[in-house]
């Protein structure tokens, strides 16, 4: 057991935790978990880390990843304390720690600070097609070029490096035997939770969730394919008809589906959508705006409206470029890479022989 930092109780709060001191312990939050094992016990032990202060071994923990909040801790907690939130709040504390450049960190912290980097992109991109020589054409172009550069820098920059400090944190100190076996099944199941969360499932065994996981499911799947329509496709300069039903299909169900979580988060629906933080609304809202700027923009394109119209790809371009270069390498996206590879590291883990 890791060394209690007192200082800890409020770095957490200013990553959305509330109340979790409340907590005497009573294992009422454990009791309710359907996802809760006797192997794997939470939310109680990362509640009373996080109590005390014993930040070192929720470092080491995977067990904020496997837990998908269906909010039930939080309804029975007889203290209020909280837990579900609690949980929300260490992954983001966990990603600040996987996080090298520290802005993950920053920008759950600090609100000013994330929308500064907003306006930042704002002003660039205004700056550039101000001063700029560009024709519309080479704007398209250019703003094509830029998802596939942006995408490549991320990954192998930010991305890759973040998910082998992961890996140094949870994978490393537990000091087991490399096992080959073991990896390849950790890469099955890091495959069929990013592409599936059918550990979600287990969550509550009720229509309104599984409702919720299939909208995930084809959120995750819209995503991913306007990704390779618009990307390698080139969904804005192509002429097939095939890409460009597609790419209208494949955006129309992205701001569909996030318009319905954006009017959950308004109404409160759900426990697990009662507490918001500032990140959780900058996705949902960043990927609706997404998927509705790339439909209304090859709309123009088809009705050749866009040259006269051209400021609506200029707003589309900039919140692409918000997201790629802000939400998803140091904003909620990043909880569906790191959750996925939590589901790895923890297969690794249990297959894995200790020396």
Same mark, same amino acid.
């Given at each position: ?42 939310? &109680? ?40 939130? !609690?949980? $929300?709040?260490? &992954? ?18 600090? !609100?000013?600070?994330?929308? !500064? ?81 059918? &550990? ?40 097939? $008809? ?37 990140? %959780? ?8 705006? $997404? ?15 866009? %040259? ?28 569906? !890479?790191?959750?996925?590879?939590? $589901? ?12």
């Amino acid at each position: 057991m890791g060394k209690p930092d007192l200082r800890f109780r409020k770095e957490l709060e200013k990553y959305g935790a509330v109340d979790f001191s409340a907590c005497y312990n009573c294992g009422t939050c454990t009791a309710v978990c359907s996802l809760s094992t006797e192997k794997d016990s939470f939310p &109680r032990e990362m509640v009373r880390c996080s109590t005390l202060g014993i930040n070192e071994d929720i470092d080491h923990s995977l067990k904020p990843w496997l837990c998908y909040y269906c909010g039930e801790c939080t309804t029975y907690c007889p203290m209020e304390a909280k837990p579900g939130e !609690l949980m $929300m709040s260490l &992954r983001r504390y966990l990603i600040s720690r996987y996080d090298w450049t520290s802005l993950s960190g920053m920008f759950y912290r600090n !609100l000013p600070a994330y929308v !500064l980097a907003f306006v930042l992109v704002i002003l660039a991109i205004a700056g550039i097609y101000v001063y700029g020589i560009h024709s519309h054409d080479e704007w398209l172009h250019l703003g094509h070029y830029f998802e596939m550069i942006a995408i490549a820098t991320v990954a192998v920059i930010i991305l890759l490096p973040n998910i082998f400090r992961m890996w140094l944190l949870t994978v490393l100190p537990t000091k087991n035997k490399f096992s080959l076996k073991a990896y390849l099944a950790g890469l099955k199941d890091l495959f069929i939770h990013m592409f599936t969360q059918q &550990r979600s499932l287990d969550c509550e065994k009720t229509l309104a969730n599984r409702i919720w996981w299939f909208e995930h499911f084809i959120l995750v799947a819209s995503y991913l394919l306007l990704l390779v329509t618009t990307v390698f496709l080139d969904w804005f300069a192509t002429d097939s $008809m095939l890409i460009i039903v597609m790419g209208y299909l494949f955006s129309a169900v992205i701001f569909s589906v996030t318009f319905d979580f954006v009017i959950r988060r308004f109404r409160k629906r759900t426990e697990k959508s009662t507490y918001s933080h500032p990140s %959780d609304w900058f996705f949902v809202i960043w990927l609706f705006l $997404m998927g509705l700027s790339a439909f209304t923009v090859r709309l123009f394109i088809d009705s050749g409206l866009l %040259d006269n119209h051209f400021w609506l790809y200029l707003i589309h371009l900039t919140i692409l470029t918000q997201w790629a270069v802000i939400i998803v390498p140091f904003g909620k996206w990043t909880h569906f !890479l790191y959750r996925s590879f939590a $589901m790895c590291f923890a297969k690794i883990n249990s297959l894995s022989v200790i020396k």
